[in-house]
């Protein structure tokens, strides 16, 4: 079976940085992705990472290690606007990579 | 470019009730997906259509049924509605081809539904 754990909140300062993770237990997976959601809306893609190792996008970057089962999410030079929910994701081996598993998030609250 | 459109957005329902939620893309992908979302459980599977003409289960697919109309539509069926069955439902496409490439998932704005 799939899980994956993400800490439920998460609070820091505008203009700081933060760090979400997410620790897994899985048979075997093609990549881990990140997806935010801001209150009432859509889910959206943020970043994938297929090896271990960092992707940056602007001011977020992410990292997996699959030898620990763990990856994480950072942000630089938060915003308010980032305050919303972040998810990360797995596509498992089995089932041809088609389904993807997400962790039940992570909500972070930006304060000024 | 609508992307992924949901409807209804809003439905309540009365227990033992059917619905039929409905979602089409535009971007002309392949893989089609539902999700229901409840507080504090992220994003659940519960049926996907990898390719127009198959479907198959994800991680809660009791109480559902779905039908993969064509390439640019998936809807999803509760035949007897369930007071836990109320959820936000998202549909969600991506042109995923399976394998180790991976294609991000754009998701409808969601249907919120409330079975009293």
């Known amino acids: 079976g799939q899980s994956l754990e993400q800490p439920s909140e998460v609070t820091a300062v505008e203009g700081a940085i933060v760090q979400i993770n997410c620790t897994y237990q899985?048979?075997?997976?093609?990549?881990l992705s990140w997806y935010q959601q801001h209150d009432g809306g859509a889910p959206t893609f943020l970043s994938y990472n297929a090896l271990d190792g960092l992707e940056e996008t602007g001011r977020f970057s992410s990292f997996l290690s699959r030898s620990d089962s763990y990856g994480y999410l950072l942000l630089q030079e938060l915003q308010m606007k980032d305050s919303a929910s972040y998810f990360c994701?797995?596509?498992?081996?089995?089932?041809?990579?088609?389904?993807?598993?997400f962790g039940a998030g992570t909500r972070l609250f930006v304060k000024a | 470019n609508a992307g992924v459109t949901q409807t209804p957005k809003f439905q309540v329902l009365k227990t033992g009730q059917s619905m039929t939620l409905q979602c089409a893309q535009d971007?002309?992908?392949?893989?089609m997906y539902w999700y229901r979302q409840d507080p504090g459980m992220g994003l659940r599977l519960i049926y996907y259509s990898a390719s127009e003409g198959t479907t198959d289960k994800g991680e809660v697919p009791n109480g559902y049924n779905v039908s993969r109309l064509n390439k640019r539509e998936f809807s999803l069926r509760l035949e007897s509605a369930a007071p836990s069955q109320t959820s936000v439902y998202f549909c969600?496409?991506?042109?995923?081809?399976?394998?180790?490439?991976?294609?991000?998932?754009?998701f409808g704005d969601g249907t919120r539904l409330s079975i009293l």
């Open positions: 969600a496409s991506s042109d995923q081809q399976g394998g180790s490439g991976n294609q991000p998932q754009h």
């Open positions: 899985t048979s075997g997976f093609y990549g």
């Open positions: 971007m002309n992908h392949n893989s």
């Open positions: 994701a797995v596509r498992p081996l089995e089932d041809g990579g088609f389904k993807t598993i």
